[in-house]
T-cell receptor
Framework: AQSVTQLGSHVSVSEGALVLLRCNYSSSVPPYLFWYVQYPNQGLQLLLKYTSAATLVKGINGFEAEFKKSETSFHLTKPSAHMSDAAEYFCAVSDFNNDMRFGAGTRLTVKP | DADVTQTPRNRITKTGKRIMLECSQTKGHDRMYWYRQDPGLGLRLIYYSFDVKDINKGEISDGYSVSRQAQAKFSLSLESAIPNQTALYFC???????????????FGPGTRLTVL
């Protein structure tokens, strides 16, 4: 079965610093990969997705992720953190039938 | 108005009670999903439905049942609630017909369920 592992349950960065949230996947078929963000007391919303087109995927709010098949990774980055980026981030992998498996999540804290 | 709504938003119940959580969507999507979220475990899929007549078990379906009453409505039932079903429950929808590939899932605001 497919799965994702998010390295680091908590990440803390200073405002203006690089954000790097790590995600590794396991899948026996070409994966579809997603990053979602959850703000406090809200549901999840999509940041970006990879569906076998370009390996560098750009999302909303300045985030991007790169699909690296050789490393089975799909890390999320943002060059400069903003206070409003503080949230929980989930990496997810899906098969063709949309059976989506989520990682445990990484809580991002942004310090002023 | 929100595209995906869930009722109730909060519920406290006792062990052994039957509980129904409801989800409605106005997005016209064909697929609907129920997840539960637990701290440190992320979201886990309970059931999903491709259309009104197509219901599938997810990763953790034991102790739960679902009903797809119409394309826009998907309810989750706990026949006899137990304390370890205390969690945050999310409904989601996606539009497979439009893209033909696994597509973005749109989430409701969640229902916080506490079983005492």
């Amino acid at each position: 079965a497919q799965s994702v592992t998010q390295l680091g349950s908590h990440v803390s960065v200073s405002e203006g610093a690089l954000v790097l949230l790590r995600c590794n996947y396991s899948s026996s078929v070409p994966p579809y990969l997603f990053w979602y963000v959850q703000y406090p007391n809200q549901g999840l919303q999509l940041l970006l997705k990879y569906t076998s087109a370009a390996t560098l995927v750009k999302g909303i709010n300045g985030f991007e992720a790169e699909f690296k098949k050789s490393e089975t990774s799909f890390h999320l980055t943002k060059p400069s953190a903003h206070m409003s980026d503080a949230a929980e981030y989930f990496c997810a992998v899906s098969d063709f039938n949309n059976d989506m498996r989520f990682g445990a999540g990484t809580r991002l804290t942004v310090k002023p | 108005d929100a595209d995906v709504t869930q009722t109730p938003r909060n519920r406290i119940t006792k062990t052994g009670k039957r509980i129904m959580l409801e989800c409605s969507q106005t997005k016209g999507h064909d697929r609907m999903y129920w997840y539960r979220q637990d701290p440190g475990l992320g979201l886990r899929l309970i059931y999903y439905s491709f259309d009104v007549k197509d219901i599938n078990k997810g990763e953790i379906s034991d102790g739960y049942s679902v009903s797809r009453q119409a394309q826009a409505k998907f309810s989750l039932s706990l026949e006899s609630a137990i304390p370890n079903q205390t969690a945050l429950y999310f409904c989601a929808t996606s539009d497979f017909r439009a893209s033909g590939t696994p597509d973005t899932q749109y989430f409701g605001p969640g229902t916080r369920l506490t079983v005492l």
